[in-house]
């Protein structure tokens, strides 16, 4: 006959079988609350179809903890915050949610800091100086280090750096240049991105924007002046 299980073996048997159902339900709720992930939004109807999905994401992302992808999730709920003016033009709801959309990123980052994506949505986010210019080169050297080749993310890239001081960066120069030649040599749908960022760049950075797509591409240097891709 089978001997009966000692005492200790069948509640180490038990507490091994509650664990894993804790974490079978630990992996499920997230998916359940917030079944598609979001990605980074750059338009406006992208940006508020993610901000719908706010509470269900920072709720899944609560669950999830030590998800970096999730709190990275919830973070682009509030992609609308992107690209906007100073904090003074924001009440106080909205300063709290910016607020809260910074922590958000800088959670997923502390979690995963491979994410591109996320380095670029706190480095395009509005801050108060000199925190604004003085940490925008660290964002934005940290997207292009975590994702090196992103064409989906390059054209933001190009704007972001293009309406700041980041540009005067030679290191940053030298990303800009990847991009360029990434969109030129095989995303031939984004050249619209580099005059478009050369047109909002800051005066002062023209010149340095112009000089660096004629390092890849002197025909292409023209035609940020004519408005029309090569």
Do not use: C
């Not at 079944?35 to 609560?62: K, Q, Y």
């Not at 670029?120 to 292009?144: G, I």
């Amino acid at each position: 006959m089978l001997s009966t299980p000692p005492e200790k073996l069948r509640l180490a048997l038990l507490l091994l079988g509650i664990v894993l159902g804790l974490s079978g339900v630990w992996m499920l709720l997230p998916f359940l609350l917030s079944p598609n992930p979001i990605g980074l939004s750059f338009d406006r109807n992208g940006a508020e179809a993610a901000a719908a999905h706010r509470t269900r994401a920072v709720l899944a992302a609560e669950i999830g903890a030590i998800r970096g992808n999730l709190w990275a999730s919830a973070a682009f709920t509030d992609a609308r915050f992107m690209g906007t003016e100073g904090l003074t033009s924001f009440d106080r709801k909205n300063s709290e949610q910016l607020a809260q959309a910074k922590a958000n990123a800088e959670k997923a980052l502390a979690l995963a800091p491979i994410d591109g994506a996320a380095w670029l949505f706190l480095a395009m986010l509005p801050a108060a100086p000199p925190d604004a210019e003085s940490r925008l080169v660290t964002l934005l050297e940290m997207s292009y280090f975590t994702a090196p080749s992103a064409p989906e993310l390059a054209p933001w890239r190009l704007k972001r750096a293009a309406t700041s001081s980041a540009l005067a960066d030679k290191d940053i120069q030298e990303f800009i240049k990847s991009d360029i030649r990434e969109i030129l040599q095989r995303r031939p749908e984004f050249q619209q991105a580099i005059i478009a960022a050369y047109r909002s760049a800051l005066p002062q950075n023209q010149p340095i924007f112009e000089s660096l797509v004629a390092d890849v591409d002197s025909a292409a240097a023209q035609s940020l002046h004519s408005g029309q891709p090569n």
